[in-house]
């Protein structure tokens, strides 16, 4: 089964429109951590955030937020009022604390375009 | 130079020539690790490194032989690869092995095999 479910294949919003990107995770472990990764054309997996288990808390940077819902094993991301530049395929990946290592088990991303 | 950085960026080869990639980071960190992208597949970790030595071998066919001389730079080796190997390959490293550790991407090497 897979850790890590990104359902939205490919996501279009127009210019300033608000886009969540959905992820669901699967794991037995208590401690766990997620992960947001942005995918530009040039290829280069950017970092976007680290989330514990352990801290519901959510957490907004500038247009970007996150909702971490352990109830409901997600963790979603939101992109307020999107631009072009926000155009990229973006992962959402998971490492398990029980493995000892940093294994990242990634979903198959979210194509997002955002249309001028 | 800074972050994670790889060449060649892309790579066309046929399948009885031998070529490696190259990754180097910028970071001080202590763990480097080698991932496959191929499309509409999840991202796959093919081999970790920690501290210069192979941790993680995630059943990668022989004809990939990865190689870290030092904490800074990691090789993967080719030689006679089959068309689906054809694919981009990631290069990452994190300051530590542990789980709780985000990975800094490098720009890939597009690999094209003929």
């Known amino acids: 089964a897979q850790k890590v479910t990104q359902a939205q294949t490919e996501i279009s919003v127009v210019e300033k429109e608000d886009v969540t990107l959905d992820c669901v995770y699967e794991?037995?472990?208590?401690?766990?951590?997620l992960f947001w990764y942005k995918q530009p054309p040039s290829g280069e997996l950017v970092f976007l955030i680290r989330?514990?288990?352990?801290?519901?808390q959510n957490e907004i940077s500038g247009r970007y937020s996150w909702n971490f819902q352990k109830s409901t094993s997600s963790f979603n991301f939101t992109i307020t009022a999107s631009q072009v530049v926000d155009s990229a395929v973006y992962f959402c990946?998971?490492?398990?604390?029980?493995?000892?290592?940093?294994?990242?088990?990634f979903g198959t991303g979210t194509r997002l375009t955002v249309i001028p | 130079e800074t972050g994670v950085t790889q060449t060649p960026r892309h790579l066309v080869m046929g399948m009885t020539n031998k070529k490696s990639l190259k990754c180097e980071q910028h970071?001080?960190?202590?763990?480097m690790y080698w991932y496959k992208q191929s499309a509409k597949k999840p991202l796959e970790l093919m081999f970790v490194?920690?501290?210069?030595?192979?941790?993680e071998n995630n059943s990668v066919p022989s004809r990939f032989s990865p190689e870290c001389p030092n904490s800074s730079h990691l090789f993967l080796h080719l030689h006679t690869l089959q068309p689906e190997d054809s694919a981009l390959y990631l290069c990452?490293?994190?300051?530590?092995?542990?789980?709780?550790?985000?990975?800094?991407f490098g720009p890939g090497t597009r690999l094209t095999v003929t």
């Open positions: 989330r514990n288990s352990f801290d519901e």
């Open positions: 970071l001080g960190h202590n763990a």
């Open positions: 990452a490293s994190s300051q530590d092995f542990a789980p709780n550790y985000e990975q800094y």
């Open positions: 794991t037995r472990d208590t401690t766990y951590y």
């Open positions: 990946a998971l490492s398990e604390d029980q493995t000892g290592a940093n294994n990242l088990f």
């Open positions: 490194y920690s501290l210069e030595e192979r941790v």
